[in-house]
Every structure is written in C-alpha cells, then in structure tokens.
C-alpha cells in the first residue's frame, strides 16, 4: 500500500510540473499493480490529452473498458481533435443528462460541421447552466454568423453591450454578423472598436508589439473586405499585401489575403496568382477553413486554369471539387464554362438546365443568369433570355432585373412591352420610397425620354419630385420634358432651377474659359448636283481613258529552246559548279581551285561536303525545338472567430 502511496505522490508532483510523459509513466505503474485504480487512469487520460497524444487516448480507453472510470468526454474529445466530428457526436449522443463539458463540446462540434443545430446546443448551454461568459458569447455569434441566423444576432448585443466592450473577439464577431447581413457601416465600426480594445487588453497583459499586430491582422483583414465590397480595390490590395509581409502566424488569414488578392487581380499576373492558390491547397490550411472559403479557393483556381487555357488541369481540380462539394453550384458552372470554351454551347446549356431543374425552389441564382448568358452568347434568343430571368424569384422587382428585362424587350423590337415592365415596377414605389426604388424610377424616366414618351417622362419625374423636392438630377429633365408638349409648364419648373450667384459669375474670367473651350469644326456643305453636273460627270466617265493592258514578259533575247535549261539557274552565279570566280590582272584563272599536289576541289563543293557531313553540321540538324514557355498567368471574409476551447480544465 505505501508502494501505491508513493507512486500517487509521485504522479501528482509530475502533474502539476505538466511533465506529461513521465506522468504517463507513473500511471501505468500503478495500474499495472493495481487496474482498478481509477484516479491512476483518470489521471493518465489527462496527462496524455494534456501532450496532444489523441490517438493513444482513444486506444487507452478502448484498453480499459474493465474499469468503472468513465472516460465518455476524454473519447468524444479525442475523436474531436482527431477530427472524427461523427464519431465523436455519436458518442456524446448516446448520454443522457448532458454535464456542462458535454454540451460545449456538442456545440463545438456542430460548429465545426456547419449545422445549424450548433445555435441551438449554444443556447440551451446557456439557459441550463446560467453561463454568460466572454468565451461563450463570442462562439454563439459565431454560431449565428455562420448559421446565417441573423435574426438574433441584434437582440444579442444589445443585451451583452457591456461584454462586447471588453472582448474584442465579440465585437470582431459581431461585425461578421454585420457583414452578413450587408450592414457594412456598422460592421467597420464594430471592427474598429474591436482593433482599440484588442491593442489595450493586450498591453495590459504585457503582450509584445509582434503578438499584438499578429492579433490584428485578422481584424485589418476584415477591414480590407470591407474595402473591396465597397469598390475600393486599391486600398483593399495594398492593405492585403502589408498583412502578408507581416508574416503573421494564423494561416487562415494569409489564406483569405492571399484568395482576395487573386480575385482583385483577375486576368492579371495569372501565374503568380494561379502559384498563390496552390499553396492553400495544404492539409494544414485547408483544414482551418470553412467550407465556403474552401469553396472559393477550388473556384478560383479553376478559374485560373481556364484562363491560362490549362484545360486538362481544371478537369482535374474539378474532379476533387466535386468529390469534396457535389452539390456547390460552382460545379455546374465550371463544367459549363469547359463546354463552352470547347464550343459545346448545347451540352453546357444542358449541365445548367439539368442543375436548376434538380434545385427546384432553391436559391441557385448564378446558375439561372450564366444560363440566360449562355442563350443569349449562342442563340440570340431574346423571348428565352427574357423567360430564363423572368424565372429568378430571387431577384424579382430590383432594379437590375428591371433594367435588363426593359433592354432586352427593347432590343427583342417590343417597346411597348418594356414600358409595360417599367411601369409595373414604377406603380409599386410610394412617395417614402427608398433610394434604389428612386434610382429604378430614374431609369424609367431616361428610358421614356429617349422613346419620346414625354407626357409618361413628366408624370413619373413629378413623383420623384414629390417624393424629393430638392433633386437636381431629376428637375431639369421635368423642363425637358414638358418642354417637349407643355411650354408654360416648362418654365415654370426651369424658374426653379438654381441661378448662378452674380457674385461666382463676376470671378468668371471669359477670355480664359473661351481658350479652354474646344474649337468647333465645321464641315463643307454637300449641295446636290444639278441635272447638268450630272450629265457632265456621266460623260467624264464615258472618257476615262483606258488602262493599257500589261504584256506578258517576253523571252531573252539568245534564248536557246533546243538546249535543256540549266538546273542550277536558280542559284546565285557564285553557288554555281561552273562558276570560275572573279579574274584579277596577272593572274591565271585557277577556276576558283588551289592548284597542288592534293589535287583539286571546287571551293562551293567543299563548302557543300563541309555543311552536309561534319558532325557539327549533323547536330545542329538534329537539335530539338526548345519546349514552349507557358504563358505567365469575387471573396471570401475569414472564419468567425470561434475562440473554441477544451471543456473543463483540458486545455489545447
């Protein structure tokens, strides 16, 4: 019994030293003595879960199953960190009456597959064991961001304001939420106070500036998305790339840096782009990624290859695309953009009919506009474009689908059917309407002005005016347009156009602004000619002298045709056997031979032998071609920042 004492003893110090391998040890000694020792198991699990040995926990507690320790959490978390998510929620399922530790775990798990449920499991953590930390707060919005559960999210911070003050990886979440949800002003707001909390909580633990910008770089790469969803793609870039000459150390970072980058680029620099790419495509990267960054880098790499011609290449990507994701819509698209470049409209035409017709009543909405794109690349067929996008539920009423219904009416010949669709949308917009319901209005005023439909022109530009009397944009055009029908009531609207202040117009120097404008040219005018001038030309015509006709190259003059022609008439006279070279005074005409006792031989013949038969000439007849120089060569936000950590006192 003093034996079992000492080794407890023994196994208690190394625990707390966190010398997890000799902790191991010791346990084993003990039950080796004495296999009923559960606190001796119990503490081996810890000790080896402590060292990250996952698999050995799994084995130990398949080894052990003769003792009356329950060891359900340490196997569900093993099979957690071995990312066996099934197996390990199979496990938790199988227990009645959830402990805290269970059910954090469960919900960290369905965080991890991206179901839905993983809300759920977070609430009911926290209605049953009243527990309202930093940690938890901050993996529930993350579960609601990536849940697309956006509803809740506004209840929520408002109601852990306070909390969110102190946490900037709650705030940071927060702002994911906001993006979502395409509140892009709050959400650069709550970024912003993330980046001052982050900085002062850690030099108040005594961070390194290293670790601090490290921390940051997350939240900057955030702010550049926020950037390049607004259209400030320069800045977007230039933030992007000062990320990644940080080096920071959180690879899911460098991924997104890195795919946003390639998507601001587009056709530009493709190989550096296409090598930036294949780097993420590292188990140790990928596996920190969500499934809709996966699905964005695999997209874009195939993009890449399309575009670099590599046709083979992205039949081979698309293949493991499709075995990791069957049913992404980017499939369909690939395979389709592949028939195409092919020239194989109808097949991939077909892929895209087939995919929508498998989605039925779901959100597909690129598939349905590459469709209408494709029909209208190949056939031309206004009337099916116009039923393909009439089909998209999702985009019913806006002001895009709108605009290109009415152009594609117009351009089909039937005017009459784009006003028609242009004035259904225009009786659906009230006098509170909002901004883009203004800007459709708008377009439907510049599309009757230009079919000469003043009168309509007038009735709608009066609403947008009811609706904003102080618009620049459309009272002008109102002048315009009664101009056209209606002069009183044209200038009583152009009296309320702005005038230019006398003051402004007294700074105006006019001979300098007569030197800015351009010159105007003017063409000759073309008077018709009389019955006269016409005659006259007619006969000019009738006189035009006529071209000699060019005779056919007559035969040399000592042309001898009873004597076959020379075979070497085509080569120049110094490349002839015959030729006997240029004769100088006093000197005999050798004929182009060195006269000696080796004999002779006529210097082109040599120069022929010589070309013909060295192995120098022999080679480079037989060198090959140089192999042929490829040619040198939108995103997705980063994760919710889950902050997950081990349940109980586990810690990673």
């Given at each position: 019994?003093?034996?079992?004492?000492?080794?407890?003893?023994?196994?208690?110090?190394?625990?707390?030293?966190?010398?997890?391998?000799?902790?191991?040890?010791?346990?084993?000694?003990?039950?080796?003595?004495?296999?009923?020792?559960?606190?001796?198991?119990?503490?081996?699990?810890?000790?080896?879960?402590?060292?990250?040995?996952?698999?050995?926990?799994?084995?130990?507690?398949?080894?052990?199953?003769?003792?009356?320790?329950?060891?359900?959490?340490?196997?569900?978390?093993?099979?957690?960190?071995?990312?066996?998510?099934?197996?390990?929620?199979?496990?938790?399922?199988?227990?009645?009456?959830?402990?805290?530790?269970?059910?954090?775990?469960?919900?960290?798990?369905?965080?991890?597959?991206?179901?839905?449920?993983?809300?759920?499991?977070?609430?009911?953590?926290?209605?049953?064991?009243?527990?309202?930390?930093?940690?938890?707060?901050?993996?529930?919005?993350?579960?609601?961001?990536?849940?697309?559960?956006?509803?809740?999210?506004?209840?929520?911070?408002?109601?852990?304001?306070?909390?969110?003050?102190?946490?900037?990886?709650?705030?940071?979440?927060?702002?994911?939420?906001?993006?979502?949800?395409?509140?892009?002003?709050?959400?650069?707001?709550?970024?912003?106070?993330?980046?001052?909390?982050?900085?002062?909580?850690?030099?108040?633990?005594?961070?390194?500036?290293?670790?601090?910008?490290?921390?940051?770089?997350?939240?900057?790469?955030?702010?550049?998305?926020?950037?390049?969803?607004?259209?400030?793609?320069?800045?977007?870039?230039?933030?992007?790339?000062?990320?990644?000459?940080?080096?920071?150390?959180?690879?899911?970072?460098?991924?997104?840096?890195?795919?946003?980058?390639?998507?601001?680029?587009?056709?530009?620099?493709?190989?550096?782009?296409?090598?930036?790419?294949?780097?993420?495509?590292?188990?140790?990267?990928?596996?920190?990624?969500?499934?809709?960054?996966?699905?964005?880098?695999?997209?874009?790499?195939?993009?890449?290859?399309?575009?670099?011609?590599?046709?083979?290449?992205?039949?081979?990507?698309?293949?493991?695309?499709?075995?990791?994701?069957?049913?992404?819509?980017?499939?369909?698209?690939?395979?389709?953009?592949?028939?195409?470049?092919?020239?194989?409209?109808?097949?991939?035409?077909?892929?895209?009919?087939?995919?929508?017709?498998?989605?039925?009543?779901?959100?597909?909405?690129?598939?349905?506009?590459?469709?209408?794109?494709?029909?209208?690349?190949?056939?031309?067929?206004?009337?099916?474009?116009?039923?393909?996008?009439?089909?998209?539920?999702?985009?019913?009423?806006?002001?895009?689908?709108?605009?290109?219904?009415?152009?594609?009416?117009?351009?089909?010949?039937?005017?009459?059917?784009?006003?028609?669709?242009?004035?259904?949308?225009?009786?659906?917009?009230?006098?509170?309407?909002?901004?883009?319901?203004?800007?459709?209005?708008?377009?439907?005023?510049?599309?009757?002005?230009?079919?000469?439909?003043?009168?309509?022109?007038?009735?709608?530009?009066?609403?947008?005016?009811?609706?904003?009397?102080?618009?620049?944009?459309?009272?002008?055009?109102?002048?315009?347009?009664?101009?056209?029908?209606?002069?009183?009531?044209?200038?009583?609207?152009?009296?309320?156009?702005?005038?230019?202040?006398?003051?402004a117009a007294a700074t105006i120097d006019v001979d300098k602004l007569e030197n800015i404008a351009p010159r105007q040219s003017y063409k000759k005018a073309v008077v018709a000619p009389t019955d006269d001038e016409k005659a006259a030309t007619d006969a000019a015509v009738v006189k035009k002298k006529k071209t000699k006709k060019k005779k056919k190259n007559p035969p040399a003059k000592k042309a001898d045709f009873s004597r076959p022609p020379d075979p070497e008439r085509w080569l120049p006279k110094r490349e002839r056997s015959y030729y006997k070279g240029p004769r100088r005074r006093g000197q005999k005409n050798t004929g182009g031979r060195s006269l000696g006792a080796q004999g002779s031989t006529s210097v082109s013949d040599a120069h022929s032998q010589a070309v013909r038969g060295t192995p120098l000439a022999k080679a480079k007849d037989e060198e090959p071609a140089p192999a042929p120089t490829p040619a040198a060569a939108p995103a997705k936000q980063p994760p919710p920042r889950a902050a997950p950590k081990?349940?109980?006192?586990?810690?990673?």
């Amino acid at each position: 019994m003093s034996k079992l004492h000492d080794l407890y003893k023994k196994l208690d110090d190394q625990l707390r030293d966190a010398e997890w391998d000799a902790a191991v040890d010791a346990a084993d000694k003990i039950l080796a003595q004495s296999p009923e020792e559960k606190e001796a198991f119990k503490g081996k699990l810890y000790a080896l879960l402590q060292a990250d040995k996952f698999q050995q926990v799994v084995q130990a507690v398949a080894g052990g199953k003769d003792t009356k320790f329950d060891a359900v959490f340490e196997h569900a978390y093993a099979l957690y960190r071995l990312k066996n998510f099934a197996g390990a929620l199979q496990l938790i399922n199988t227990q009645q009456n959830l402990s805290q530790s269970m059910l954090h775990l469960r919900s960290q798990i369905y965080f991890r597959l991206e179901d839905p449920k993983c809300v759920e499991a977070y609430e009911e953590l926290m209605s049953k064991h009243k527990v309202e930390s930093a940690e938890l707060l901050t993996n529930l919005t993350a579960a609601l961001c990536r849940a697309k559960a956006l509803s809740k999210s506004d209840g929520l911070f408002s109601k852990y304001r306070k909390v969110m003050k102190e946490s900037h990886e709650f705030m940071y979440n927060a702002a994911c939420c906001y993006i979502e949800s395409g509140a892009l002003d709050a959400a650069l707001q709550c970024l912003e106070a993330a980046a001052n909390i982050c900085r002062e909580t850690m030099k108040r633990d005594g961070a390194s500036e290293q670790d601090i910008e490290d921390e940051l770089a997350v939240i900057q790469a955030q702010q550049a998305y926020i950037m390049q969803r607004r259209g400030k793609e320069k800045e977007a870039m230039d933030q992007y790339e000062d990320i990644l000459k940080r080096n920071v150390s959180d690879s899911t970072v460098v991924a997104v840096c890195s795919n946003n980058i390639v998507a601001i680029r587009k056709e530009h620099d493709r190989f550096n782009s296409l090598h930036k790419l294949t780097h993420l495509g590292t188990d140790q990267v990928q596996e920190k990624l969500s499934f809709a960054q996966k699905k964005a880098i695999y997209f874009n790499r195939c993009v890449l290859y399309l575009q670099m011609s590599k046709l083979q290449e992205c039949r081979d990507l698309l293949k493991t695309f499709s075995t990791d994701f069957p049913d992404s819509e980017y499939i369909p698209l690939l395979n389709a953009a592949l028939l195409v470049r092919e020239k194989h409209w109808e097949d991939g035409e077909r892929i895209l009919t087939d995919f929508i017709a498998k989605k039925r009543g779901q959100d597909c909405v690129r598939v349905q506009l590459s469709l209408a794109q494709i029909q209208l690349a190949h056939r031309g067929d206004y009337a099916t474009v116009i039923a393909t996008l009439k089909s998209i539920d999702a985009l019913k009423n806006t002001p895009a689908m709108i605009s290109a219904l009415a152009k594609l009416l117009e351009k089909s010949g039937d005017v009459e059917g784009a006003l028609k669709a242009l004035d259904e949308a225009a009786a659906k917009i009230s006098a509170g309407a909002d901004e883009s319901a203004i800007q459709m209005l708008k377009k439907t005023v510049d599309f009757k002005l230009k079919n000469r439909r003043h009168r309509e022109a007038a009735l709608a530009l009066e609403k947008i005016l009811k609706s904003n009397p102080g618009d620049l944009e459309a009272l002008p055009k109102l002048v315009i347009a009664y101009a056209a029908f209606d002069a009183d009531q044209a200038e009583k609207y152009a009296k309320r156009l702005p005038q230019q202040q006398a003051k402004a117009a007294a700074t105006i120097d006019v001979d300098k602004l007569e030197n800015i404008a351009p010159r105007q040219s003017y063409k000759k005018a073309v008077v018709a000619p009389t019955d006269d001038e016409k005659a006259a030309t007619d006969a000019a015509v009738v006189k035009k002298k006529k071209t000699k006709k060019k005779k056919k190259n007559p035969p040399a003059k000592k042309a001898d045709f009873s004597r076959p022609p020379d075979p070497e008439r085509w080569l120049p006279k110094r490349e002839r056997s015959y030729y006997k070279g240029p004769r100088r005074r006093g000197q005999k005409n050798t004929g182009g031979r060195s006269l000696g006792a080796q004999g002779s031989t006529s210097v082109s013949d040599a120069h022929s032998q010589a070309v013909r038969g060295t192995p120098l000439a022999k080679a480079k007849d037989e060198e090959p071609a140089p192999a042929p120089t490829p040619a040198a060569a939108p995103a997705k936000q980063p994760p919710p920042r889950a902050a997950p950590k081990k349940a109980g006192r586990k810690k990673r």
